[in-house]
């Protein structure tokens, strides 16, 4: 069995059958999720005006899924510094927080200085793509962070190009 490899059935009895009764592994990474946006809804609750369901985070989460993590969803913060820092009482349980939306200049974009508030360091903002400029990389204390846009494109395509290399690195 070579170092950094998910282990599976065949690969336990393999080390059994070998009489090899311990082996070093990691614990599955637990990723954080924060949704962002007054506009945001929960499937299933009523939809009012001007308002979309979030499907970002349940996406998220079940990709964080497959690539072998635990995903914690945190829930949807409104647009407001108060909400954001409310719900990020979670993250420091976490090996990882992403953020969903709230990542650009805007009005409502109110993500990034959030973090700052908490302590994030921030290694980078934007990266020269489309989809996805808005994006978010630093570090709050010892979690890293990645905030990815809101639009459900581009949090799909950042969250491959992104996300996904953290996760394997992290496993």
């Given at each position: 069995?070579?170092?950094?490899?998910?282990?599976?059935?065949?690969?336990?009895?393999l080390a059994a059958s070998m009489n090899v009764p311990w082996l070093t592994v990691r614990r599955r990474p637990r990723v954080a999720?924060?949704?962002?946006?007054?506009?945001?809804?929960?499937?299933?609750?009523?939809?009012?005006?001007?308002?979309?369901?979030?499907?970002?985070?349940?996406?998220?989460?079940?990709?964080?899924?497959?690539?072998?993590?635990?995903?914690?969803?945190?829930?949807?913060?409104?647009?407001?510094?108060?909400?954001?820092?409310?719900?990020?009482?979670?993250?420091?349980?976490?090996?990882?927080?992403?953020?969903?939306?709230?990542?650009?200049?805007?009005?409502?974009?109110?993500?990034?200085?959030?973090?700052?508030?908490?302590?994030?360091?921030?290694?980078?903002?934007?990266?020269a793509m489309r989809p996805g400029k808005p994006l978010i990389f630093g570090r709050m204390g010892r979690v890293p962070v990645l905030?990815?846009?809101?639009?459900?494109?581009?949090?799909?395509?950042?969250?491959?190009?992104?996300?996904?290399?953290?996760?394997?690195?992290?496993?």
């Amino acid at each position: 069995l070579r170092a950094g490899c998910l282990l599976t059935a065949r690969d336990i009895g393999l080390a059994a059958s070998m009489n090899v009764p311990w082996l070093t592994v990691r614990r599955r990474p637990r990723v954080a999720i924060l949704a962002t946006g007054d506009e945001l809804v929960m499937p299933g609750d009523p939809l009012g005006p001007e308002q979309i369901i979030s499907s970002n985070s349940l996406a998220l989460a079940a990709y964080v899924k497959a690539l072998g993590g635990e995903p914690l969803i945190l829930g949807i913060a409104r647009d407001s510094a108060e909400s954001i820092d409310a719900l990020l009482g979670g993250a420091p349980e976490s090996d990882l927080l992403v953020t969903l939306g709230g990542a650009s200049v805007g009005d409502y974009d109110l993500v990034q200085q959030a973090l700052k508030d908490r302590g994030l360091d921030l290694g980078f903002y934007r990266v020269a793509m489309r989809p996805g400029k808005p994006l978010i990389f630093g570090r709050m204390g010892r979690v890293p962070v990645l905030g990815l846009p809101g639009n459900p494109v581009s949090a799909g395509v950042t969250t491959v190009v992104f996300l996904k290399p953290v996760m394997e690195t992290m496993l």
